[in-house]
DNA sequence: AAGGACCTTCCAGTCACCGGAAGGTCAAGG
DNA sequence: CCTTGACCTTCCGGTGACTGGAAGGTCCTT
């Protein structure tokens, strides 16, 4: 099957997947006589694999990781563990970074009456130096 | 004060201040006779201010909105609160969506024994096709 | 034969910077 | 006066993970 079918049934898009072929997270796919690759069904369900882990926010170096010890049938399951543990730990300090910043934006926003007038705490939030601005941040 | 000092007392790396005034979120900045920036107290606030916009993760298109409101003396606060809600709402679609990921990482770590053997609930759950697999997805 | 939907490569752009090279400037110490 | 080292300048390239588009070749149908 061409890209553009591999592309249907993996659900990753024929410019990503030449562009994985490029960075050499998939072997180069082979090609047909007039120069289009090829693609069967293996190709197809490790396209899916990477479609999965990307979705999950694994890096595509992690998912490079993944693929090598999913193709390795003698891998220990430890260390599929740590990368995913990795992963989490990285995914829950997001989250924690942006329920902070949720919190403060929130905070700004319900002293701001949003109306016509001027005055607004939330750009007086965000300068210094003003409102008793003590220069250590928010 | 020259460009290390004004990114000392702002918080903004020199590297990153070129490229504010590149990208003409700050206008460009006054020049000694030996050619080097040269910033005032006034440069060096509007700097804190980027920093701390910045920093609650809005977008430097974002910032440089809210650059200007914050210069129009006579803006209606409503523009601003527009400005943070949308964010917030972005904020918040990032929280939840890494809160789903982390979920299903965590269902899937945590039918891992994470030893020496082979098989693995992680690298099964990203597989489709593999034990039982409908190609719904995780 | 013609059209449209594919495919190919290559180049550039995204976002918000960071690193480094090559060269000019400044202030202090010998 | 000269050197040293810490600054500053510009410019170029790289990051991650793609995406868009141009120019040109191929395939299939009518």
């Known amino acids: 099957m061409n890209i553009g079918q591999a592309a249907k049934r993996s659900g990753v898009a024929a410019k990503t997947i030449r562009y994985y072929e490029e960075i ?8 047909t006589a007039s120069g289009y690759r090829d693609y ?13 882990a990307r979705s999950l ?3 595509v170096h992690d998912v490079g ?6 193709r390795d049938r003698d891998r220990a399951s430890a260390d599929v563990r740590r990368i995913a543990q990795g992963h989490v730990l990285a995914v829950e300090q ?3 970074a942006l329920q902070a910043i949720r919190q403060t934006l929130e905070g700004l926003i319900s002293r701001c009456h949003g109306d016509d007038r001027p005055d607004c705490p939330i750009l007086e939030g ?3 130096g003003c409102c008793g601005d003590t ?3 928010l």
């Open 57 to 59: 926010g694994f890096s």
């Open 24 to 31: 050499g997270l998939i072997p180069a796919a082979g090609r």
């Open 135 to 137: 220069g250590q941040g």
């Open 40 to 52: 069967g069904d293996a190709e197809v369900e490790t396209l899916k694999f990477i479609q999965k």
């Open 94 to 96: 997001k989250i924690a």
């Open 126 to 128: 965000l300068a210094p």
């Open 65 to 70: 990781d993944l693929l090598t010890l999913w």
